[in-house]
């Protein structure tokens, strides 16, 4: 199991920026996890925005972030970050941190969340 502590949330104007840290700690954060970042916002279900494989290749995106947030990972910080450029006010919501084995499919770990606040 993987314990994960979500950070960098905050209130920002349309079109600034934010960067969200997640660290890790438990298992060997490197241990060919795949790390992602979720969001849910009032009223919707929680939504995939980005996830990344344990070597930092193959970062997949949800269509609406594309181009604007940006996922990475230090494995040797046992972090992994989501730059979000460009936020809009549909950005709103509570991210959260996730992480799964590599041949696992269930998302099994997850942080508490940060909110995001973007005004228009």
């Known amino acids: 199991q993987v314990q994960l502590v979500e950070s960098g949330g905050g209130l920002v104007q349309a079109g600034g920026s934010l960067r969200l840290s997640c660290a890790a700690s438990?298992?060997?954060?490197?241990?060919?996890?795949?790390m992602a970042w979720f969001r849910q916002a009032p009223g919707k279900s929680r939504a995939l925005v980005a996830s990344?494989?344990?070597?930092?290749?193959?970062?997949v995106y949800t269509n609406s972030v594309k181009g604007r947030f940006t996922i990475s990972r230090d494995n040797a910080k046992n972090t992994v970050y989501l730059q979000m450029n460009s936020l809009k006010p549909e950005d709103t919501a509570v991210y959260y941190c996730?992480?799964?084995?590599?041949?696992?499919?269930?998302?099994?770990?997850w942080g508490q969340g940060t909110q995001v606040t973007v005004s228009s």
């Open positions: 990344i494989s344990r070597s930092g290749g193959m970062p």
């Open positions: 438990g298992r060997t954060f490197s241990d060919n996890y795949v």
């Open positions: 996730a992480a799964r084995p590599e041949d696992v499919m269930k998302w099994a770990d």
